[in-house]
């Protein structure tokens, strides 16, 4: 089965960090083993343990061997790198960075920044819906310009710790209350859409080659213009949003935010809504991220909610993973560092350049620019003085003297001119010098840029100064956007020309011979990031229940319908003080409303909900109760060693076996039936238990998948902490007391197998084993961030799920028919049988053909992402497997007429003899002794 992927790189043709420059060709040598073919590997979900599927608090190791049921089909990855408009998409991608970015802390503007993934996501959509590579997978690297004197920025989605504390002080304000800021503000603008190329025909194929490089650049260059457009009407948005909070408002791009958030009606918004609401001193408790997890990881990669995979180059690395070790734990090293791994390459042209700074023309240019930008900075500082001048001089004509308000003037209650004089004054004075460092700033950049079109723009190796001007116009982009923000004043930062003015410096040979080698192990190491994407988060392996030994020895899990018996379960035996009162439910309509994603367009997906009481019903307190365990685990700790705790855990396995027998459940997957795809039954148990102290399941589980049913537990809101053991940037991730998150990764789990990003497959080493660096993303199947959103590459892996495990079983069929044949011993008798029964055996092959075309129609479904077209065929391809193995069969008596004689049995040889060979009494006497043994022989032990 092909699955189309798309490499997008941005930044590698001279224009991004380190002045990466790649070509076509180099792009087929490095990444052409990215291109391979993958088994499709199962494991057997009974094998999970909370060491292996990374629940165990603090630790996760050990690799599984793939299931005893391997795939016949394989995944094809079919790579296609795009090639774009060099400089204007990364210069897009630059100014996009830079308007969804925030500060982490409110008091630190320049400090870190946190990229905002929610306004992040539906830019990127927009563009690779443009280049039309939305009907496949695509996986973009981002290597943008970057200098040790820029602040770092990671991705995520939600707020900062420090945010949320000055949201909640700032609650009162007209502008964070539900649908005030629209009225005031105006709706924020969104990135342009894009209807997309491709159309659904139900009968599509895959005709790409198995790597080629796609030239984009027209595409591309007309989506940057769009592009523009938006960031600009966004910049003004922010702009005047600043000016009417008051430049000096305290976290400024926080409110804006959390207003703009609280328009909607997103999970994120009813979050960010209770945080508000909730009193001071909850935010000072150290439950309260347990409780509100707005917080996410900042990470440099991101996994979005539709197909594609980002990994910025130049983001800040941080550390995540189990916090006591194990495999695949990510750390600063993990991601290849662009200046690192050109650090030398980068010595060798500053010593090139040092080299040529005492020539004549070097110097001359350099006066040149040291005489311009001198000249330009003392004209426009001489301007801004006279123009301050002027202001005051205004404040004399009408008789008033500088501070001094006029006789109509409000006063505060300190007798101060509200807008003048005390503070307000102050304030009017720092804005004054603003603006003046604005303005020099701004013409200190417009020198450097009518520098470089005279002497640097479209030349090989131009005058160093050209490079050294290039490095100062980053420093000053960044100075005027962080100043900017802060103000809402615009600047010109983003001409036309995308500062692709500054010349090719190119290298000598001993250079050239460095850069070579730091290439060849930077993309060696890149491809090996990039591998690790498709095997863990394209195309990952599935787990299945199956324990016979066979695969078509169990239906597949894909059924035409598909019932969700929701039964919530209530514990109502305690009274909770106000403090333990109930703050965070588990949302049945947003996971309802998830679960309908999963379905495929012909699918239906129906639910039942059920209200119980374990008050009024002793069975299933009693199953309850029977099922409750007391363990203590070894929980890490921040800042000491793992203390030991005592945990309180339902068994799944004794709590599934009384609820089996408390609501009588049938098969569920109705295995035996005329149509084994007619119907499935999903049993969901949900406890909702109001107790001091937390239950889990099976000691680290929120919600677990089982054979027949999946067992959910939602705890009361500010109870003890939940432990997960995942670390992040050195800080303990805590676990959300709404299930919601880990409920939809069990269902997605029941229904098809599909497990989470860490677990992938080894090709090397041919095991499942975990690697914690695609982990990300707000999904439910990201340990990174608390997202409640299926991603779209998740429910493809769910109905591919559906399409491989049908082909198998079906493929099972096939050999299973294959194998009685190839009993037939090729002796004269067998040719003669042959020669007589032609018509059958060509009918055979007919139905051979016919089974193996609906296979291959399957798998073409399915490589251009056609996955209901596959499984509306899944039926076909059994029904036909059935019939040749019926047909194997009958060919095999057919050949073999004497086998039917022999099973049929009789008398042996020596009770004939016995009972023709002497009278009657004596012939009945040694038939009971000869016969008697044989009702008592038993089976050997083997």
């Known amino acids: ?163 949320l504390q000055l949201l909640n002080q700032q609650a009162s304000m007209p502008e964070l209350q539900p649908h005030q800021a629209a009225a005031k503000w105006g709706r924020e603008p969104s990135p342009p859409m894009y209807a997309s190329r491709h159309t659904h025909t139900g009968q599509g194929f895959y005709t790409g080659k198995k790597f080629q490089v796609t030239d984009l650049q027209s595409v591309s260059s007309s989506w940057a213009k769009a592009a523009a457009q938006y960031l600009s009407e966004l910049e003004d948005f922010q702009r005047r949003v600043i000016k009417l909070l008051g430049p000096k408002t305290k976290g400024t791009a926080a409110l804006m935010r959390a207003a703009t958030l609280l328009q909607g009606h997103a999970e994120l918004s009813q979050l960010l809504l209770a945080t508000l609401k909730l009193a001071p001193e909850h935010l000072h408790n150290p439950r309260f991220r347990a409780t509100h997890p707005l917080e996410d990881c900042p990470t440099p990669l991101w996994v979005s909610k539709t197909r594609w995979l980002l990994l910025d180059l130049t983001a800040r690395r941080t550390d995540w993973g189990p916090a006591l070790g194990g495999d695949g734990v990510v750390t600063h090293n993990t991601l290849p560092d662009v200046s690192y791994a050109f650090a030398e390459t980068e010595e060798k042209r500053a010593d090139k350049r040092l080299s040529k700074e005492d020539n004549e023309s070097e110097l001359e240019l350099k006066n040149k620019l040291s005489i311009m930008r001198n000249q330009r900075l003392a004209q426009v500082a001489n301007q801004q003085q006279h123009a301050k001048q002027l202001h005051v001089g205004q404040h004399l004509v009408h008789g008033l003297a500088p501070g001094e308000a006029p006789a109509d003037q409000l006063l505060d209650p300190d007798g101060n ?55 100062a116009v980053l420093d000053l982009k960044h100075t005027l ?37 730091a290439k060849d192990v930077f993309f060696s190491e890149l491809s090996n990031v990039l591998s690790r994407g498709l095997r863990h988060v394209v195309a990952p392996p599935s787990a299945t229940w199956h324990h016979r030994g066979y695969l078509h020895d169990t239906a597949s899990p894909f059924a035409h319908k598909v019932h969700f018996t929701i039964y919530t379960i209530q514990d109502t035996s305690r009274v909770l003080g106000p403090w333990r009162l109930r703050g965070v439910h588990f949302d049945l309509e947003a996971f309802k409303q998830q679960l309908s994603r999963l379905a495929m367009p012909h699918q239906a997906f129906s639910f039942n909900q059920v209200t119980l009481n374990m008050l009024d019903d002793p069975v299933l307190a009693g199953a309850f109760a029977v099922s409750l365990r007391t363990s203590f685990l070894q929980v890490p700790h921040a800042v000491s060693d793992p203390v030991e705790n005592e945990a309180l855990y339902l068994d799944s396995r004794e709590l599934a076996l009384r609820l089996r027998q408390r609501f009588d459940m049938v098969n569920t997957r109705r295995v035996g039936s005329l149509d084994p795809h007619a119907l499935l039954e999903v049993p969901v148990f949900v406890f909702e238990l109001d107790r001091d102290v937390p239950v889990l399941i099976d000691e680290h589980y929120n919600a677990r998948a089982l054979e027949d049913l999946v067992v959910i537990v939602q705890n009361a809101a500010n109870q003890d902490e939940h432990p997960t053991g995942m670390m992040c940037d050195g800080i303990l991730l805590q676990r959300p007391l709404s299930p919601l998150k880990h409920a939809l990764s069990a269902v997605v789990q029941h229904l098809g197998g599909v497990l989470p990003p860490h677990l992938g497959y080894n090709p090397g080493r041919k095991v499942v084993q975990h690697d914690w660096l695609w982990s990300v993303g707000a ?68 139905q051979f053909a016919q089974v193996v075309n609906v296979w291959r129609a399957m798998v073409a479904h399915g490589a251009v992402l056609e996955y209901h077209a596959a499984a509306e065929i899944i039926t076909t391809s059994e029904t036909l497997a059935r019939t040749f193995v019926q047909h194997c069969r009958k060919v095999l008596a057919d050949l073999h007429p004497h086998h039917c004689a022999a099973r049929v049995g009789g008398l042996p040889r020596l009770l004939i003899i016995a009972i023709y060979g002497t009278s009657t009494t004596a012939g009945l006497a040694v038939a009971s002794v000869l016969v008697l043994p044989l009702f008592k022989r038993k089976a050997k032990s083997i």
């Open 779 to 846: 999904h439910p199947l990201s340990w990174t961030s608390w997202g409640g959103h299926y991603s779209q590459m998740h429910i493809d892996a769910l109905h591919r799920s559906y399409i491989l495990d049908a082909i198998d079983s079906s493929v099972d069929l096939v050999n299973s028919g294959i194998a009685l044949l190839q009993s037939v011993a090729p002796v004269p008798e067998t040719h003669q049988r042959i020669s007589s029964m032609k018509s059958e055996l060509q009918q055979l092959l007919q």
């Open 1 to 163: 089965m092909t699955v189309a992927i798309n490499l997008v790189f941005i930044g590698f043709q001279g224009d991004g960090s380190n002045k990466l420059d790649v070509n076509s060709d180099e792009l087929m040598s490095w990444f052409r083993h990215v291109d391979h073919v993958l088994p499709h590997t199962r494991i057997a979900l009974s094998e999970l343990s909370c060491s292996t599927d990374g629940h165990c608090a603090g630790t996760a190791n050990a690799s599984l061997p793939p299931s005893p049921l391997p795939s016949f089909v394989h995944l094809n990855m079919s790579c296609n790198v795009v090639a774009i408009q060099k400089g204007e998409v990364l210069a897009i991608f630059e100014r996009a960075i830079a308007a969804f970015s925030r500060p982490m802390d409110p008091d630190h503007e320049t400090g870190d920044q946190q990229v905002d993934a929610l306004k992040l996501e539906p830019f990127i959509d927009s563009f690779i819906t443009a280049l039309g590579l939305d009907r496949g997978y695509t996986v973009l690297v981002v290597n943008p310009k970057w200098s040790a004197s820029l602040p770092s920025y990671a991705y995520r989605l939600g707020f900062s710790d420090y945010e």
């Open 481 to 517: 956007e962080v100043m900017t923000k802060g103000s809402g004043n615009k600047m010109l930062l983003n001409p036309d020309h995308h500062w692709d003015i500054f010349g090719v410096e190119m290298d000598d040979e001993q250079t050239s011979a460095t850069y070579s080698a």
């Open 417 to 471: 001119p509200v807008g003048a004089g005390g503070s307000s004054s102050q304030e009017a004075q720092e804005e004054v010098d603003r603006h003046h460092q604005e303005a020099l700033l701004q013409a200190e950049l417009n020198v450097y840029e009518e520098f470089a079109t005279v002497h640097c723009a479209g030349r090989i190796n131009p005058p160093i100064v050209c490079v050294e001007a290039q490095e």
